[in-house]
């Protein structure tokens, strides 16, 4: 980022990185129900499935420094 004149992110501090963390284990938590159900109750895996976006849109603001 830096050669391409980009803004470097801050780095994490240790709570953010420790919400990071746990933010990314409940997405993949969330992956692994959805598919479970997606045959079984194509409509509570679509919910599932925009929680999961939000998530990672979160991950990805924290990730790159900005605040919610």
Not at 35 to 45: F, T
Not at 57 to 67: E, T
């Amino acid at each position: 980022r830096c050669g391409m004149r980009k803004h470097l992110p801050k780095p994490l501090s240790s709570e953010e990185l420790e919400a990071w963390m746990m933010l990314k284990e409940y997405t993949t938590n969330f992956k692994r129900i959805s598919n479970y159900i997606k045959n079984k109750s194509p409509g509570l895996d679509q919910e599932i499935k925009k929680v999961i976006e939000e998530m990672n849109v979160d991950l990805k603001r924290i990730r790159n420094g900005q605040s919610s």
